[in-house]
């Protein structure tokens, strides 16, 4: 069975960085296009990067400059660097994979934005 597990969440202070991990396991074939994507309360939850399995990445406009997503697929993770966070990125983080032409979702990472 596959799974994602994301890691790296916590409390930063505004301006601070934050370094997400999601690492894939189980009988595992193929990755293609991996990402990162939030939920803020009160909110629906909205992308945030994605990244293909030739390492093309999409940003959303408000994390551009930001946020950097990268992958390593020897060690099937994908990462999520982000620097300069402000309040408004309070939010849990999940990761979706498509791993084995199905799509998956890990059970997500809070992060807060907080002085």
């Known amino acids: 069975q596959v799974q994602l597990v994301e890691s790296g969440g916590g409390l930063v202070q505004p301006g601070g960085s934050l370094g997400l991990s999601c690492a894939a396991s189980?009988?595992?074939?193929?990755?293609?296009?991996m990402g990162w994507y939030r939920q803020a309360p009160g909110k629906q939850r909205e992308l945030v990067a994605t990244?293909?399995?030739?390492?093309?990445?999409n940003y959303a406009d408000s994390v551009k400059g930001r946020f950097t997503i990268s992958r390593d697929d020897s060690k099937k993770t994908v990462y999520l660097q982000m620097n300069s966070l402000k309040p408004e990125d309070t939010a849990v983080y999940s990761c979706?994979?498509?791993?084995?032409?199905?799509?998956?979702w890990g059970q997500g990472t809070r992060v807060t934005v907080s002085s």
């Open positions: 979706n994979g498509e791993i084995n032409l199905l799509g998956y």
């Open positions: 990244i293909t399995s030739r390492g093309i990445t």
């Open positions: 189980g009988r595992i074939f193929s990755i293609n296009a």
